[in-house]
């Protein structure tokens, strides 16, 4: 291999690094998996970069330093699309696609089993990719079909769409056709964001992907975390492609192409509805927003005795799933407080059918967004409910504004405790300043003490919290260790077995892991993975408590404000006080694992899979990294160990074709409880 350190590189070496790179970058963005730190990654391409510039005469268009262009575009020029991006015809109901199925019978005189094509219909933007000689050379969009918007600067920098094909066999022209969307974590980490400075949020993935890509200047699109899978072929000369679709896709995933690893083939009609039910099933569990199924029939030429009508195929339909987004009535908004004080407007709707749930009730996040979306107590607003996130008012519907309608407006006071509320200048959130004093940031405090990821007191919920609240049998954390079963029995429906059990789980929680601890105290911004490593950073509670602001700075993931707020938390002389004071009542932890180098599972690489039920696969990622492996989104041969929870599909049998190893979530739990992480 070539020695990246060499000073004085030749043509080769240049060559070589353009190579490597685009092999990590194949792994990382279309497979999934990182073979290497990011650091590492920076070095090689700093150094691309730097021999580049000193030999501008071997850059190539498709060389990765070339994904960015340079000024941005006065607008974008019509591309003509010579073979027609086609739409879909849509299928709403089980019925619906058996119709299908039906008519495809009629058409072909069958009463056989027919083979389709299935995958998942994402949530994005069509685009077509036009490769000749395997060098991308246009991107552009659908438009009508028949004309759509030159975008090639723009598709240039998404990086899970290859500059230059990868192998051999490609036609001369290949033209791909695909969806570019928005990942739901890279969507809610921008919107994250963008609410935190105050600044314009999109209303879903799928806007947030269009927005993006009709930005004018590629490096604002560069920025934005945009993913392309690819689903068919337009164009194709000079070489031909398989005889089915799914050959096909398989074809493109070869030429170093992103396709949808739920692709799958079934044969008659009790398939695809089971297809169908699955993945609905999974729907919130996939890391992309999906609005349906499409299917296709499998074989080319039978799609081509088929034929379409006006601009659908008839050999393929979406069925779709329950939509995400319902319009209904704002009856009202209230303010909730939070742990930390935030007051968060609620709106209480007239219930709504939306993804799958009635909702009565959704966010409107804060003041900002409140004025950002306009909207009034009695307009007519689109809900949004979509995986696990709470349902949302993301738009207020124009012209439907009652006469009576009445602006929002953020009370003067804590409705709960009657504190003042005030704003912190340049955030977008307002707070009650009563602190514990206030009962719902008491409450809320307690809560979240007690939870999955902090303590995790196993049967002290939310109601019985409220009941001892009421009763003053609690009013900091300390007091849980000192309830007692007589004082329980007397709460109302709770017998003497409950009662027990909730103390023999007050008393299990004891013996914790210092990052839940940490995570415990609930100080603000420090979330389960900045718990994780500070506890790791500092080794023990003392080291911590004592940390100046400068090297809690040198903690991973830790910036100027959440080290304010650790060195705020730790002076507070009350916290401090309880904390001696759960210290004194036996709360222990063991010493967090060492920092680096002989990790448990250096050199490791895990893929987590399927629904687990103890834990979310974030977590699950979270505890595999502090135990030193790699945790990749597919499973290949270098995999070591595949963690699968029910629902697991293709992975599953990718891992099980490539002989890596398999184990259950009771299995992994099993590890996590061997490194202390777990109990
Ligand atoms: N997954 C998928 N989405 N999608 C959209 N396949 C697919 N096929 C499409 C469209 C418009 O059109 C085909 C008929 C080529």
Avoid at 39 to 60: G, N
Avoid at 295 to 309: A, D, E, M, P, S
Avoid at 441 to 461: N, P, Y
């Amino acid at each position: 291999m070539t020695d990246l350190q060499q000073t004085d590189p030749n043509r080769n070496d240049h060559d070589d690094l353009v190579t490597r790179i685009r092999q990590l970058d194949y792994e990382y963005y279309v497979l999934n998996e990182s073979s290497l730190p990011d650091a590492e990654y920076d070095r090689l391409m700093q150094k691309l970069i730097s021999i580049e510039a000193a030999h501008p005469e071997w850059v190539r268009d498709d060389s990765p330093t070339q994904r960015v262009g340079g000024q941005p575009q006065a607008g974008f020029t019509q591309v003509q699309h010579e073979v027609p991006m086609l739409s879909l015809d849509n299928a709403f109901s089980d019925e619906d696609l058996a119709a299908f199925y039906k008519r495809l019978q009629d058409r072909m005189n069958t009463t056989d089993a027919l083979e389709l094509a299935c995958e998942p219909k994402l949530d994005g933007i069509a685009i077509s990719l036009l490769y000749e000689d395997g060098r991308l050379v246009r991107g552009a969009t659908r438009g009508d079909g028949t004309t759509g918007e030159d975008i090639t600067a723009n598709v240039r920098t998404i990086r899970s769409i290859p500059l230059s094909l990868r192998g051999d066999g490609w036609p001369k022209v290949l033209e791909v056709r695909g969806e570019i969307y928005m990942p739901r974590q890279g969507f809610e980490r921008m919107n994250a964001q963008a609410l935190e400075q105050g600044e314009k949020v999109f209303v879903n993935p799928r806007n947030a992907a269009s927005g993006s890509l009709r930005q004018l200047d590629p490096q604002l699109t560069a920025k934005r975390p945009l993913e392309m899978c690819c689903y068919s072929v337009g164009r194709v000369e000079g070489g031909s492609l398989p005889e089915t679709h799914y050959d096909t896709l398989n074809a493109l995933a070869g030429w170093g192409l992103k396709i949808n690893d739920e692709s799958r083939v079934v044969t008659g009609l009790d398939d695809m509805l089971a297809y169908y039910q699955r993945m609905l099933g999974r729907r919130d569990d996939l890391t992309y927003e999906i609005d349906g199924i499409v299917y296709k029939i499998n074989r080319f030429q039978l799609q081509q005795r088929l034929g379409f009508v006006s601009r659908a195929p008839r050999w393929a339909i979406a069925r779709k799933f329950p939509a995400q987004e319902e319009m209904t009535r704002l009856l009202d908004v209230e303010f909730q407080v939070g742990r930390t004080g935030a007051l968060t407007p609620v709106a209480r709707l007239e219930p709504v059918f939306v993804g799958g749930v009635t909702v009565s009730n959704a966010t409107l996040h804060n003041m900002d967004e409140v004025e950002r979306i306009g909207v009034h107590i009695g307009d007519t607003v689109i809900v949004r409910r979509a995986g696990d996130v709470i349902p949302q008012v993301v738009r207020v519907v124009d012209d439907q504004r009652p006469v009576d309608a009445k602006a929002v407006e953020l009370p003067a006071a804590c409705p709960v405790c009657g504190s003042a509320v005030e704003r912190v200048e340049g955030e977008a959130v307002s707070r009650c300043t009563g602190g514990i004093h206030c009962d719902a940031q008491r409450r809320e405090a307690l809560k979240h003490f007690v939870s999955r990821r902090a303590l995790d007191i196993e049967g002290l919920g939310e109601k019985l919290i409220d009941t001892l609240l009421e009763k003053g049998l609690l009013h900091t954390p300390g007091d849980l260790f000192e309830l007692t079963a007589d004082q329980l029995v007397e709460l109302d429906r709770m017998g003497e077995k409950s009662a027990n059990n909730v103390i023999n789980a007050i008393d299990a929680a004891k013996q914790t892991t210092l990052p839940r601890f940490l995570y415990a105290l609930g100080i603000r911004e420090v979330g389960v993975t900045t718990a994780a490593n500070l506890a790791q950073h500092f080794g023990g509670l003392e080291k911590l408590w004592s940390a100046t602001e400068e090297t809690l700075l040198e903690v991973d993931d830790v910036g100027p404000k959440v080290a304010a707020h650790v060195r705020h938390f730790f002076e507070e002389p009350n916290n401090r006080l309880e904390i001696e004071r759960l210290v004194g009542l036996g709360l222990t932890w063991p010493d967090p694992a060492p920092a680096s180098g002989s990790m448990p599972l250096s050199g490791q690489t895990w893929v987590v899979t399927g629904k687990l039920e103890a834990l979310s696969r974030d977590e699950a990622k979270d505890y595999l990294q502090r135990l030193g492996a790699k945790v990749a989104g597919s499973v290949s041969a270098k995999t070591s160990q595949l963690v699968a929870g029910p629902g697991a599909g293709s992975k599953l049998k990718k891992a099980t074709d490539l002989d890596v190893p398999v184990m259950d979530e009771a299995a992994f739990l099993d590890v996590l409880r061997e490194h202390r992480l777990w109990q």
